[in-house]
Structures are given as C-alpha cells and as structure tokens.
C-alpha cells in the first residue's frame, strides 16, 4: 500500500567549521533576476555532488521576489549569517534535531549562532524548514522505494519523482515559509536588510531515505 508523509517547520524571532566553503558564496552578488536567468540554476539535483552555494542563493532569491512583489527593499547576502545558517543546518541534521536551540555550545541561540559567526548587526531572526530534495507532495499516497523497484513514485513502479530543480527547491521551502504566518512575518519584515541561508543534505532514515534538506535562514538589521 502507498505511504503518505508530511512537511514540517516552525519559527522563533529574536564556531565550529561548516562543510561548505568558508569564503564568500560566489552567486551572492546575483540580483535576483540574474539567479532566475541562470541555465545551472534551472538544472535537477544530483544528490552527489551539490552546489549548496547555489541552492542557498536561490532560497535568497526566492525570498527577495516576495519582497519586491510587495514593494520591500530586497535584501543583502551577508556571509556570515550564510555561515551561522549553514552551521545550524548541518547541527540539526548530524544531531538529529530540529529546534532554534541547540545544543551545541556557544550556538544555543538565535543571537549567539549570529555573533559567533560574525555579525555585528543589531538584531537578528531565524526560520528553519525542512523540506524534500525530489518534488514530492506533501500528504500524497507515495510508493516507496522497498516496494517499487528502488524509486519513489505516485503509482506502482510508474514514473519515478523527478528531484528537484535549484530553483524549484528554493522555491519549494520559501513557499512554505510564506504559508505559515511567523515565517511570512520574518521574510516581509521591512526591518530586516540581510540575509544568509544555509542548507544541509541528509536522506531521511525516518521514511525510507527520501531525500531532504534542513533549511536555515537568518535575517539581520
């Protein structure tokens, strides 16, 4: 019989070395325009080899769309919340929880995972999600892996679920971002002027190793 499974996320206002690249993300000088435009960006996962500084730039530019449709200033890639992000990403996912308080030390808090990493401004936000890495839908009958031939899909070894796009990915979590009111607040909060974003992979040992992102977003002033 098909499984049905559900996303999950939540959101609070208020280091170590990551596996990402310390220096600057090279797609954070994009306008959003520019993000959309580009061919790679428009390119399906592989789950083996991710361009996290990619994915990562295009959740920005999600978030800056729906800041600009509602005529707010876009906001600024900062690196280092990209890094605190990336850092509460990889904590969630190698810990195996999901919360704005961690247990990492130093990193318990919103404000302490900004500050540590860097940031200097005078208040900081987070929203955490996560969110699948193939464009399944959420709530849907799915035939898993174990029963269809080593792929997921709607119908019983019928097409397998394509993974997603980076575009499509970014667009995927920011959309449930903009669904759940505290989210939508922290992204269409005109105070807010920066922004990092930090993803981590991981197949999720709860349901048959579908594979999913833990998602960061931390807003500064």
């Known amino acids: 019989m098909p499984w049905k499974i559900f996303a999950v996320f939540l959101i609070v206002i208020v280091p170590v070395s990551a596996e990402s690249r310390t220096d600057e993300n090279p797609y954070g000088s994009y306008t959003t325009e520019a993000l959309f435009e580009l061919d790679r960006a428009r390119t399906h996962l592989e789950f083996d080899r991710l361009d996290m500084a990619l994915l990562q730039a295009a959740v920005l530019a999600h978030t800056n769309r729906q800041r600009e449709s509602r005529g707010l200033v876009p906001l600024v890639y900062d690196r280092s919340l990209e890094y605190a992000a990336e850092l509460h990403s990889q904590a969630m996912r190698d810990r195996g929880f999901f919360s704005h308080t961690s247990p990492v030390p130093g990193q318990r808090t919103v404000r302490e995972r900004a500050f540590a990493a860097g940031f200097s401004g005078r208040g900081v936000g987070e ?13 849907r009958s799915v035939f898993v892996p174990s029963q269809n031939g080593g792929y997921f899909s709607y119908s019983f070894q019928g097409e397998p679920i394509p993974p997603h796009s980076y575009l499509s990915a ?21 105070e807010f002027r920066y922004l990092g974003v930090g993803a981590a992979f991981s197949p999720d040992p709860r349901f048959h190793d579908i594979p999913r992102f833990f998602m960061t977003q931390k807003f500064g002033m």
Not at 127 to 139: D, K, L, M, V, W
Not at 172 to 187: C, D, K, L
């Open 170 to 190: 970014a667009e995927a979590v920011v959309e449930q971002w903009m669904n759940s009111p505290g989210h939508r607040a922290n992204i269409l909060r005109p």
């Open 127 to 139: 929203n955490i999600a996560t969110s699948f890495a193939i464009q399944y839908e959420a709530g």
